[in-house]
C-alpha cells in the first residue's frame, strides 16, 4: 500500500463561495465526490454538533462547510441525511437547539438535505475492535450507505487533539458515551475506545473544516484562531496528523494518534503521508496553544509521570461567577458526582473520573481545569 493522503486547500474565510471553491479543489486532488459516492447512494454527513453554539464561536462545524459539501453530494445525484448526536440527552429537542443554535437550518436551506431527527440507535458489532467488540450506533449512520465526516480542527483537554478519528465518537447515542468515560477513565483505554469507534463505522470520507478552529482549552472552552484551510482525506488517522502539524501541535500529542500508531494504523509522521493541493509551507506559521492537561510541572519529569498526574491530579473547577445554574454539566457526568446547590454546579471530587465532559459541554464555560 503507498501513503495515505491528505489534500490540503486554502480558505480564507467562511464565505460562501470561499468555502464550496476550496472544497471543490481539495476533492480534486483525490479524484473528486464521485469517486466517494454513487448517484442514488444515501450520505450520512456527520457533523461535529458538541453543543448549542454559535458558528463563530468555532465549537461545532460551520454551517457555510456543510452546505459546501452537501450541495456537492447531491450535485453527483446522492441523498444526504445531516445530523450527529450531541453531548447530553440524544432527544428531539436537543438536537432542535443544536441544529439551531449552530446555523444547521440555513445550512441545508434550498437543498434537498433532510436532518436527522431519529433518535434511536442499534447494537452494532464490531469483531476488529482492540476493546470494544460490538457499540451501541445512531441508525442514521447504520442506515447510511455512506458516511462523510466533517470535524473542526480542536485541541483537546483530555486527548490533546480532535478532528477525524474523535468525531465518529458522535455516532454512539448521547448518554451512552457518558458510560465510556466510566468503563475507561484511562485516556489512553479511552482512546483505543475511539479508534474502534473508527473500525465500527469508517466514514468514506472526512472533510476537515479548518477555516478557523481552536486552541488552548478545547473543544469548546478554547479560543477561535484563524488557520484558513479544508482539508480532506479518506484516512482519517492521517488526516489529523497533518491538522496537527499545520498548526504547530506534535501529532503523537494526540492520544488517538499514539494509540492509531501503537495499533499500526499510522506513523504518527508527516513525512509518511502525501500531501496534494496547497503544501504546509505555503501557510503561515500558525502555532497553536496546546490544551493544558497539566498543571504545574516546573520539574523535568517523564512524560508518563506528567500524563499519570493529569489524568488523576488535573480537577474541573466551577467559577461560580460564571455559572448559571443551567444543570448541562450533571445531565451529562457519567458518575453523576454533580450537583446544583443554591443555583449553581457542586462538585463531589470522590466520584469524579476526569473525563471533563462536564468542561466541553458548559454553555458558559464556567468550569476550568486546574
Avoid at 451501541?136 to 483537546?156: F, G, Q, W, Y
Avoid at 479511552?190 to 488552548?216: H, K, N, Q, R, Y
Wanted: positive net charge; aromatic residues 6%; glycine residues 8%.
Amino acid at each position: 500500500m503507498g501513503r495515505p493522503v491528505v489534500s490540503l486547500s486554502r480558505c480564507p474565510d467562511y464565505d460562501a463561495l470561499s468555502v464550496k471553491k476550496a472544497v471543490e479543489r481539495s476533492l480534486h486532488e483525490l479524484g473528486g465526490m464521485e469517486r466517494f459516492v454513487a448517484p442514488g447512494e444515501k450520505v450520512f454527513l456527520k457533523l461535529n454538533l458538541l453543543r448549542p453554539s454559535e458558528p463563530e464561536k468555532a465549537v461545532t462545524t460551520h454551517p457555510s462547510v456543510i452546505r459546501a459539501v452537501l450541495q456537492l453530494i447531491e450535485e453527483v445525484g446522492a441523498s444526504v441525511v445531516v445530523g450527529d448526536s450531541p453531548g447530553g440527552p440524544f432527544s428531539k429537542g436537543r438536537l432542535e437547539k443544536c441544529y439551531r443554535k449552530s446555523g444547521v437550518y440555513e445550512a441545508i436551506e434550498g437543498t434537498g438535505a433532510e436532518l436527522n431527527w431519529d433518535t434511536g440507535y442499534t447494537r452494532a458489532p464490531n469483531p476488529h475492535g482492540h476493546l470494544v467488540h460490538s457499540f451501541e450506533i445512531i441508525n442514521a449512520a447504520l442506515e447510511a450507505d455512506k458516511i462523510i465526516s466533517l470535524p473542526r480542527l480542536k485541541t483537546h483537554v483530555l486527548t490533546g487533539f480532535t478532528g477525524g478519528v474523535k468525531i465518529m465518537y458522535g455516532v454512539v447515542p448521547g448518554l451512552v458515551k457518558a458510560t465510556y468515560h466510566a468503563k475507561l477513565p484511562d485516556v489512553k483505554d479511552f482512546s483505543d475506545m475511539l479508534l474502534d469507534i473508527l473500525t465500527c463505522t469508517p466514514p468514506t470520507l472526512a472533510i476537515m473544516d479548518a477555516v478557523v478552529g481552536m486552541e488552548g482549552q478545547g473543544p469548546s472552552a478554547g479560543r477561535p484562531k484563524k488557520v484558513g484551510a479544508i482539508l480532506t482525506s479518506s484516512d482519517s488517522v492521517a488526516m489529523d496528523v497533518v491538522a496537527c502539524s499545520l498548526v504547530g501541535l506534535d501529532p503523537l500529542t494526540s492520544t488517538t494518534t499514539e494509540r492509531a500508531v501503537a495499533r499500526g494504523l499510522g506513523t504518527g509522521r508527516l513525512e509518511d503521508v502525501e500531501v496534494k493541493g496547497n503544501a504546509l509551507a505555503n501557510f503561515e506559521d500558525i502555532r497553536f496553544e496546546p490544551a493544558k492537561r497539566k498543571k504545574g510541572n516546573i520539574f523535568p519529569v517523564p512524560a508518563f509521570l506528567l500524563d499519570l498526574y493529569a489524568n488523576r491530579y488535573t480537577k474541573p473547577v466551577v467559577d461560580r461567577k460564571k455559572c448559571t445554574g443551567c444543570g448541562e454539566c450533571a445531565s451529562a457526568c457519567p458518575r453523576n458526582c454533580i450537583s446544583m446547590k443554591n443555583g449553581k454546579a457542586v462538585m463531589d471530587y470522590k466520584q469524579c473520573i476526569r473525563c471533563f465532559c462536564c468542561h466541553e459541554l458548559c454553555p458558559e464555560s464556567a468550569i476550568r481545569l486546574r
